[in-house]
């Protein structure tokens, strides 16, 4: 079953939150896509800018943030 996001057609970023979710009470206390994405932009040019890295940055990104959640 398509979501309706999708079954209207709206094509949404790979890694950017849909403004439906910015909408969303945060019902837990974790990284936001946001902050996620500000962290994994950070980690880009900690490694000079190198393309290709998205996905790996992203997800070390988010582990980073994640961690730092679990212990505040």
Not at 18 to 28: G, H, K
Not at 35 to 47: D, K, M, S
């Amino acid at each position: 079953m398509k979501s309706k996001i999708a079954a209207a057609g709206i094509e949404v970023g790979q890694f950017e939150a849909t403004e439906f979710e910015r909408m969303q009470p945060r019902l837990s206390k974790g990284p936001s896509p946001e902050e996620i994405q500000l962290r994994a932009y950070e980690l880009f040019v900690e490694n000079g800018c190198e393309h290709g890295r998205d996905r790996d940055d992203w997800l070390q990104a988010e582990r980073e943030l994640q961690e730092k959640y679990r212990t505040s």
